[in-house]
């Protein structure tokens, strides 16, 4: 339980260094470095350390159509719509949002894959979304110029950050499973064309990209690559071996509680009653769904493949 622990750790300190990173950069060509860097790295992996004929001969033509997919909402979106909320948004309000893709994947497994519900199910999504509300009703003077009602508008990006992140999933397993495109060449493909898509979005938006010094951003985006993408993702799937994906999942809302403390201690940020009373509310929602759903066997499939893609995350 301990590596549980560590690994939810590790993930909600990926918020705080995202809000150091923007700091040092532009959200567009943070995003953009990062991915680009990551995708040549997963790409050059696969190639030497897989079978390289296997690698040559693959039909990558046949699977265009969803790298287009994962490039915009599993890579593009996600990252730089969470990343630009993260210049005015408090790390651990900004966490608690993300982790609330399980319900939109829920929502978007109903209505793309038909998948049913059951009664628990759909009262733990109402919940869900329910208690998201009392963190909505705290914000900064920032946001409060960009409000409409209780949201303001870098709530809003992070929660389709995080309904794009799940579509994102769902992409991924199609591809993976009912395709049989391998999860390596997808994951490279799209995290590199998402990056190149971010620095383009920069060269056109952010004239002046770098806010301190490029010796700075590269430390911080470096710590954060070896963070989320080494140890986190490793960690991650050392786990899967021992505890189901459920435990993990659920688990997952450790992270928004890291982040917290961080941006507390890092940052001075104010901690609410607001955030507990959502994070409770969020979490025993979660719990409900996982307890109402009788098809543990399907939903591990479907956390696994998520997890695939999920290992570039945050």
């Not at 995202?18 to 995003?31: Q, S, T, W």
């Not at 946001?143 to 809003?156: A, C, D, R, V, W």
């Not at 021992?242 to 890092?266: C, D, Q, V």
Request: hydrophobic fraction near 55%.
């Amino acid at each position: 339980m301990i590596l549980i622990i560590v690994l939810y750790a590790l993930f909600g300190l990926t918020f705080t260094l995202g809000k150091i990173l923007v700091c040092h950069a532009a959200p567009f060509f943070a995003v953009g470095l990062r991915m680009t860097t990551g995708g040549i790295l997963l790409l050059a992996g696969s190639y030497f350390f897989r079978r390289t004929s296997q690698f040559c001969t693959l039909p990558l033509r046949s699977y265009w159509d969803g790298y287009i997919k994962l490039t915009i909402f599993a890579i593009f979106l996600p990252y730089v719509l969470r990343l630009w909320a993260l210049q005015d948004l408090s790390t651990g309000k900004t966490a608690l949002l993300f982790n609330t893709a399980p319900f939109f994947s829920a929502i978007l497994g109903y209505f793309l894959l038909r998948e049913r519900l059951s009664k628990l199910q759909m009262v733990a999504l109402v919940i869900g979304f329910i208690g998201t509300v009392p963190i909505l009703l705290t914000s900064s003077p920032v946001e409060e110029l960009f409000s409409f009602g209780i949201l303001s508008l870098q709530e809003l990006a992070v929660l389709m950050a995080a309904g794009s992140m799940s579509y994102g999933f769902i992409v991924m397993r199609e591809l993976v499973k009912e395709r049989g495109c391998p999860p390596y060449i997808a994951n490279g493909i799209a995290t590199f064309a998402g990056g190149l898509l971010a620095l383009s979005c920069s060269f056109v938006f952010e004239p002046v990209p770098i806010r301190t010094t490029l010796v700075s951003f590269l430390l911080v985006m470096g710590i954060q690559v070896v963070i989320s993408n080494v140890f986190c993702s490793n960690l991650q799937a050392y786990l899967l071996h021992t505890y189901s994906p459920t435990l993990l999942s659920f688990a997952g809302f450790l992270s928004p509680l890291f982040a917290l403390i961080y941006g507390y201690f890092l940052f001075g940020e104010t901690v609410t009653w607001h955030f507990f009373v959502s994070f409770f509310i969020v979490a025993f929602a979660l719990l409900l769904y996982f307890w109402g759903d009788d098809r543990p066997k399907m939903r591990s499939l479907e956390i696994k493949a998520a997890v695939k893609v999920g290992s570039q995350l945050p």
